[in-house]
């Protein structure tokens, strides 16, 4: 994942708690706001009584709807979490697989040139080709613990 990808994602996440603390605000004013109704419900006589109930029902029912609001958010932000998290790992088992590979591409390098000074130094083919066959079967050797670290 390329590091602007990961910043937008950390950024959506800042901007989705931020979110999810001015939505728990706005809770917080609506609760005191239905305490102040009921406390004034309580303190007027039934005719008023009627439409302060009804704005409380009101403001009892938006609170309502932002809890399941701020919820969801909660959800939201856990599954960045989530996702954020197995990037992260996903990165790392790259990094890993990355630095196997290069070690393997200097070992190849280190084979190819000792083939070639080999070469170099033989005078006789038949000493060439049984240079040529212990590389290869070193080479094998290495194929095969490669093949087990990515296992």
Do not use: P
């Not at 590091?3 to 989705?16: G, M, N, P, T, Y």
């Not at 305490?35 to 419900?41: D, F, S």
């Not at 960045?80 to 590979?101: H, P, V, Y």
């Amino acid at each position: 994942m390329s590091s602007d990808r990961w910043i937008s994602v950390k950024q959506k996440i800042q901007s989705l708690l931020d979110r999810l603390q001015r939505l728990e605000a706005e809770n917080d004013e609506l609760h005191q706001k239905i305490n102040q109704y009921e406390y004034a419900l309580e303190s007027q006589n039934e005719s008023q009584e009627s439409t302060n109930q009804e704005e409380v029902d009101l403001l009892k029912s938006n609170l309502t709807r932002k809890d399941v609001f701020i919820e969801n958010l909660e959800d939201e932000v856990q599954q960045f979490r989530q996702k954020t998290s197995d990037l992260e790992e996903k990165i790392a088992l790259q990094d890993n697989t990355l630095q196997i590979q290069k070690n393997t591409i200097l070992d190849l390098s280190e084979q190819n040139k000792m083939i070639k000074l080999a070469k170099g130094m033989s005078a006789d083919k038949a000493e060439t080709h049984e240079l040529k066959i212990k590389i290869n079967q070193l080479i094998r050797d290495i194929d095969r613990c490669i093949d087990l670290l990515n296992d």
